[in-house]
């Protein structure tokens, strides 16, 4: 299994100092950077593109809290299943459904910049909260709250996606309104 953490020696931890994360990936990508192997053999050339291409990969995912948290919960067997009850599962899944069905209410009724830069705040103070919450809830080995938090943040970063290509939509359609009345 793919392992990002291991690319960059770092042990398996949600988290990670983000600056020191760049300068290992910065020192990597330039060891094994395909421009380095111009003078090498096809197979060298190819070997060192792949291996470019996986260290590209594990940055993406380890810079990214949420793709690090899906990545550490899969290197701890987990996948998304329980050998627990199922119960808190259950409960976290309505609860998540609920808020994500308000946010999306929300999001559909407003009709001004100004509320859905208010919605953007609200869901970006959640996500907040909710990295803090998962880096508890990795270091307490509580699998039942990390995979709440994991799906909590997902549809929280879903819904910000959707809001902020709303608000983008509704400014252009008044700039637009703007240069026809001129």
């Given amino acids: 299994m793919f392992n990002a953490y291991e690319m960059f020696g770092l042990k398996p931890v949600f988290s990670l100092d983000l600056e020191k994360l760049e300068e290992t990936y910065i020192r990597t990508i330039q060891q094994i950077h395909p421009d380095q192997h111009v003078y090498r053999s ?10 470019a291409a996986k260290i590209n990969e594990a940055y993406r995912i380890l810079k990214d809290p949420l793709l690090r948290a899906q990545h550490l919960w899969g290197l701890e067997g ?10 808190p599962e259950i409960s976290a899944s309505s609860q998540i459904l609920m808020e994500s069905m308000a946010f999306r209410e929300s999001l559909e009724e407003a009709v001004c910049p100004e509320k859905i830069g208010q919605l953007l705040q609200e869901a970006t103070k959640n996500m907040d909260l909710i990295l803090t919450e998962l880096h508890a809830a990795f270091e307490a080995h509580d699998r039942v709250k990390a995979h709440t938090l994991i799906e909590r943040l997902g549809y929280l970063r879903k819904f910000a996606q959707e809001a902020q290509e709303k608000l983008w939509f509704l400014e252009d359609e008044m700039e637009e309104k703007k240069g026809l009345s001129h």
Avoid: I, P, Q
Wanted: charged fraction near 45%; charge should be negative; include cysteine.
């Fill in 78 to 87: 987990c996948g998304y299943s329980f050998e627990t009850s199922r119960t």
């Fill in 42 to 51: 096809a197979e060298e050339r190819k070997k060192a593109l792949e291996e």
